[in-house]
Structure formats: structure tokens, C-alpha cells
């Protein structure tokens, strides 16, 4: 059974951190992308962060020099280490593996792409 657990999600005021993790199983992981989507009430889903088998990293320019993406092979979990919140941050966060794209005006989670978290809600208040 594919299972992908998220966990680290909370509430926090503008210029905190916090760091989600991401702990898969029941898929080889080696051979996954890995990333992040959020989703706002209202708005599209948006590809977050997505590190590639290669190691190659993206980031949304939203997010660019504030969150962080890493992975732990050996544990088959990823990270989201996200600093200097913002209200704008406030979303659903969905650890996301497989073939991940930008997800261009769909709803997450958007199953065509792979396995996806249950999703955790981070919330920056201002």
C-alpha cells in the first residue's frame, strides 16, 4: 500500500518557520520526483517545490529563497523547510510523489501525477 504521511503543518506569525516532513513507503522512492503543492481557498493548486531523482530543484518564484527542499534517501522522507512565512503562504500543503508538473489551472491533488498526501494546513498570520 502506497502511503505518503505529512506531518509539521501549524499556525505561525508572519516571519516564522516550519518545516513539514514527508514520510513515503510502499513505492521506490529512488525512482520518485518529490515535491510540494499547496492550495488556497479560491485559488489554483500550485507546485510549491519539487526535487527531481536527478537531486535537480525547483521552487515556485514565490517561495524562492525562503523554502528549502531536501531529502532523506535512508528514511524515504522529504522536507519542506519554509522560513520568513507570510500571510500569502496560507494554504493546504500536499507532499506529492511520481512525475510531478505544474499543475496549470487544476485542483490538487491532481491524481494523474502519483501519490499524494492526505495534505496539512499551514496557516501565517499577519
Known amino acids: 500500500e502506497v502511503q505518503l504521511v505529512e506531518s509539521g503543518g501549524g499556525s505561525v506569525q508572519a516571519g516564522g518557520s516550519l518545516r513539514l516532513s514527508c514520510t513515503a513507503s510502499g513505492f521506490s522512492f529512488d525512482d520518485s520526483d518529490m515535491g510540494w503543492y499547496r492550495q488556497a481557498p479560491g485559488n489554483e493548486c500550485e507546485l510549491v517545490s519539487r526535487?527531481?531523482?536527478?537531486?535537480?530543484?525547483y521552487y515556485a518564484d514565490s517561495v524562492k529563497g525562503r523554502f528549502t527542499i531536501s531529502q532523506d534517501n535512508a528514511k524515504n522522507t522529504v522536507y519542506a523547510q519554509m522560513n520568513s512565512l507570510k500571510p500569502e503562504d496560507t494554504a493546504v500543503y500536499y507532499c506529492?510523489?511520481?512525475?510531478?508538473?505544474?499543475?496549470?489551472?487544476?485542483?490538487?491533488?491532481?491524481?494523474?501525477?502519483?501519490?499524494w498526501g492526505q495534505g496539512t494546513q499551514v496557516t501565517v498570520s499577519s
Open positions: 506529492a510523489a511520481g512525475r510531478l508538473y505544474l499543475p496549470f489551472g487544476r485542483l490538487c491533488p491532481v491524481a494523474d501525477f502519483g501519490y
Open positions: 526535487i527531481r531523482r536527478g537531486g535537480h530543484t
